[in-house]
């Protein structure tokens, strides 16, 4: 006679490496199509006012105001929050974890400050989406925030280095965003090894025109910062729609602001092929 011992199936473990992974990048593609859809309505609302149609604000605001007016656009809006915190979640991980590489303090320190940056976004885009873009968040435009922001900081002790500081770090991600584009170093975050010849060529153009594009504005909001801090006045600040219609305020004129509208709307692009190619691992 003999005892048998009955084994009953193994127990499952609640989180698995392989099952995270998926997430996260599920979570990594979802932001970059949320974003891409915001940068696009925002480069087309840009070029409708280098065109001289100047009635919608060619900012973050304006496009969820888009999509708001469109056919189940608050069901639309909360997919952008719902992309948005993908991101914020996808940045987060490569922050804790080193995910993608990113295995440098700078790098952790960097990614964690993207990652509340989007969870900034998100809890934006929230708002808006439950006050269907009528609420207060949707009443106040960017450019508005941003000159009040400015006022309260630079009321604060040493309110002008702190505005100064800010602004001069938002120029260097705006000049380091164009010199790495057209150094071509967002290719290493992709898998271009998947690519075709065509394919490749065309991400590379795409990604060139739009990422300096959306450079080159991050400067000039970090340029209008510094101006405001040096004189003292927090109208000098300007956000996103203000800063594009700067453009057609200078010799270029208008041509200027479409050149940049146009880089803008291929970021977007740019943004939905990272949805597709970009290297989660």
């Given at each position: 006679m003999y005892s048998r011992t009955v084994e009953g199936p193994p127990a499952r473990r609640p989180w698995s490496a392989p099952t995270a992974g998926r997430g996260l990048r599920l979570a990594g593609r979802a932001g970059f199509t949320a974003r891409g859809v915001v940068y696009l309505l925002v480069?087309?609302?840009?070029?409708?006012?280098?065109?001289?149609?100047?009635?919608?604000?060619?900012?973050?605001?304006?496009?969820?105001?888009q999509v708001a007016e469109q056919?189940?656009?608050t069901a639309a809006l909360w997919l952008l929050v719902a992309g948005f915190a993908g991101m914020a979640l996808?940045?987060?991980?490569?922050?804790?974890?080193?995910?993608?590489?990113?295995?440098?303090?700078?790098?952790r320190l960097l990614?964690?400050?993207?990652?509340?940056?989007?969870?900034?976004?998100?809890?934006?885009?929230?708002?808006?989406?439950?006050?269907?873009?009528?609420?207060?968040?949707?009443?106040?435009?960017?450019?508005g925030k941003s000159r009040t922001w400015t006022a309260h900081a630079l009321g604060l002790p040493t309110g002008r280095v702190l505005v100064a500081a800010a602004g001069l770090v938002v120029v260097a991600v705006g000049v380091g965003t164009a010199v790495q584009a057209l150094r071509r170093r967002f290719l290493r975050k992709l898998a271009?090894?998947?690519?075709g010849h065509r394919t490749r060529t065309a991400v590379t153009v795409v990604g060139v025109a739009g990422n300096t594009a959306r450079g080159t504005v991050f400067t000039g909001v970090g340029v209008f910062l510094v101006t405001a801090a040096v004189r003292f006045d927090p109208q000098r600040a300007k956000g996103l729609d203000d800063t594009l219609r700067s453009f057609a305020d200078t010799a270029a004129g208008p041509s200027l602001l479409a050149a940049v509208a146009f880089g803008l709307l291929l970021f977007g692009i740019f943004s939905f092929l990272s949805a597709r190619w970009r290297s989660f691992d």
């Open positions: 480069g087309l609302l840009a070029l409708r006012i280098a065109a001289g149609d100047g009635s919608d604000e060619a900012d973050r605001q304006g496009a969820l105001r056919p189940f656009g996808w940045r987060a991980s490569t922050a804790v974890l080193g995910r993608g590489g990113d295995h440098r303090p700078a790098k990614n964690a400050g993207r990652a509340l940056f989007y969870a900034a976004v998100c809890w934006g885009t929230a708002v808006f989406a439950a006050g269907s873009g009528g609420g207060s968040d949707g009443g106040s435009d960017g450019d271009t090894g998947r690519m």
